[in-house]
């Protein structure tokens, strides 16, 4: 079935009976199964690797299988993630690779206790802030290490807060919910969710969460899933 599909996207550059030549399979063989109505499975792919490179061209061509996969599950199209790499695979389609310099930004605090995942991967919210999603990058330059961290709204998807600084302190992540607070005049009942962090977990962002009068919800240690989205 792959060599045929090889041999319909090349006649317009090779003859059919030169390609069914070169790769041993007939030409009535072919013609076969370009004839063949397409199966029910074949007509979804197709459908969900429109939806898949919407997403992707969205995303500025940066985002990976996971990030595909939340936004689509956020979306109300359940599939595998597996079905989705493999869908990106076979289009050509990749997210932007890091090389192996690559700085981790999750520093965990064994002796601080982490909040509970309210949110269990679910990245849906029917209303503005109701849900803020937050991480931390870097942005490298030609001198050091920028850090980043910012904060976006589940359901509208913009920024709403962001900070950078040359360290990774817990004042970075609170600076950024400053601004979040600021912009969206200061909403209550709102659920934080980020990974594990120590800047998450750090005495002075709970305070800072508290008097907000927020929910922290954290993922799980060395799971990107659990916040793909902000991945």
């Known amino acids: 079935m792959n060599l045929f599909r090889f041999i319909d996207a090349e006649k ?5 009976s030169f390609l069914c030549l070169v790769l041993s399979v007939s030409r009535s063989g072919y013609y ?33 299988y996971p990030r ?6 956020a979306s109300g199209l359940r599939c595998g993630r597996r079905r989705v790499a493999r869908l990106m695979r076979e289009a050509g ?7 192996p310099r690559r700085r981790s930004t999750t520093r965990c605090n064994k002796n601080a206790a982490p909040a509970p995942d309210l949110v269990d991967r679910c990245f849906l919210a029917a ?10 990058t870097y942005v490298p330059t030609g001198e050091r290490f920028l850090y980043l961290s910012f904060i976006l709204d589940a359901c509208t ?3 709403l807060g962001w900070s950078m600084a040359s ?10 919910l400053q601004m979040a607070l600021w912009r969206r005049g200061s909403p209550s009942g709102v659920i934080h969710h980020s990974d594990r962090g120590s800047q998450y977990t750090a005495l002075s962002f ?10 922290p919800s954290m993922g799980r240690v060395g799971s990107a899933l659990d916040n793909a989205m902000a991945e």
Request: a positive charge; glycine letters at 8%.
């Open 167 to 176: 360290h990774l302190r817990a004042e970075l992540v609170v600076d950024a």
């Open 68 to 73: 595909v996969h939340a936004e689509l599950n």
């Open 12 to 16: 317009a550059n090779y003859p059919i």
């Open 32 to 64: 076969a199964w370009k004839e063949r109505p397409q199966s029910r499975r074949s007509v979804e792919d197709a459908s969900l690797s429109a939806k898949i490179r919407e997403i992707h061209e969205r995303g500025r061509r940066t985002c990976g």
């Open 127 to 136: 209303t503005p802030d109701c849900l803020w999603l937050a991480d931390i």
């Open 93 to 99: 389609i990749h997210g932007c690779l890091r090389g």
């Open 206 to 215: 709970g305070q800072r969460l508290q008097e907000a009068g927020m929910f």
């Open 157 to 159: 998807r913009p920024l």
